[in-house]
């Protein structure tokens, strides 16, 4: 499999990156097998919109293209690095704060079978709407569930850019992850993504239910307070001014807890 970059079109017809994929490459007829879209980015200087393409193409005597410009041999996609504990759990992991971080580490743990506890100061996005919504209107403050505070952390109402400049692996991970909770496939090929907040909002809806759905408690209003730690080990959480017992915990609070 042959990665090429710089494939350009005027159009997204297939037709017409098949087309210029071939003529980039000088494809002989019958060298093409299959190619799949690996990214898109769209060039609209000078008022002329083109369309630049990475492709990953199946080829015959794939070494006879490989000294072609733009072209060099697809990255293999590593295995996700999933480490495993050593010491058996008596009490559920749990996560604080469901925000991007909290969200993810909740429905990793959950789709691997730990059944975890999330703590979320803030209200699930349905209230946290009507919260923010009212805050506007009238200025009166919740201070729990805001903006800031609440289930899908304070980006939940941004307009839903995905950017990251990291070159990552896990980022094809993530990006196919909220693919699979209702984002737009776009996102797997644009070199921006975007998803925009209405539909942000409903893949938060789906990644909660999915930890639900695998065994996972999601408590609403739950305020990490205080952690206590004997013998270098953690051992009890506090939420809401009542200990728990925990031995294993994760801290994704974002900026402004």
Same mark, same amino acid.
């Given at each position: ?12 017809? #297939? ?23 690996? #990214? ?16 990953? &193409?199946?080829?015959?005597?794939? @070494? ?8 060099? /041999? ?7 690095? +999933? ?18 971080? !909290?969200?993810?580490? @909740?429905?990793?743990? &959950?789709?691997?079978?730990? +059944? ?5 100061? !803030? ?5 946290? #709407? ?19 505070? =609440?289930? !899908? =952390?304070? =980006? ?10 990291? *070159?990552? /692996? ?31 909002? @409903? ?15 999601? *408590? ?33 609070? !974002?900026?402004? &807890?």
């Amino acid at each position: 499999m042959l990665r090429i970059s710089q494939v350009k079109t005027r159009d997204t017809d #297939r037709r017409s990156i098949e087309h210029a994929l071939m003529k980039k490459l000088g494809l002989k007829n019958g060298d093409l097998k299959h190619w799949t879209i690996y #990214r898109r980015s769209v060039d609209a200087r000078h008022h002329d919109v083109t369309f630049s393409w990475i492709i990953d &193409a199946q080829l015959r005597n794939e @070494a006879r293209y490989l000294t072609k410009k733009d072209v060099r /041999p697809t990255p293999e996609k590593p295995a996700p690095f +999933r480490p495993k504990g050593v010491i058996a759990l008596k009490t559920p992991p749990v996560v604080a704060g469901f925000g991007p971080a !909290g969200m993810f580490a @909740a429905l990793d743990l &959950a789709e691997h079978g730990y +059944r975890p506890i999330v703590l979320e100061r !803030g209200q699930k996005i349905e209230q946290r #709407r009507q919260d923010v919504d009212h805050f506007w209107k009238t200025g009166e403050l919740d201070p729990e569930s805001n903006v800031q505070f =609440g289930e !899908g =952390g304070a =980006g939940a109402f941004s307009d839903g850019k995905l950017t990251t400049r990291s *070159r990552d /692996p896990l980022v094809d991970e993530l990006l196919e992850t909220l693919h699979a909770h209702g984002a737009t496939p776009d996102i797997l090929v644009d070199a921006y993504p975007h998803i925009g907040t209405d539909a942000f909002e @409903a893949i938060i809806q789906s990644i909660r239910r999915r930890i639900l759905e695998l065994g996972g408690e999601i *408590r609403f209003g739950a305020r990490l307070e205080e952690v206590k730690i004997e013998d270098d080990r953690l051992t009890a959480i506090n939420v809401n001014g009542r200990w728990e017992p925990c031995q294993a915990l994760i801290l994704a609070l !974002g900026h402004s &807890a």
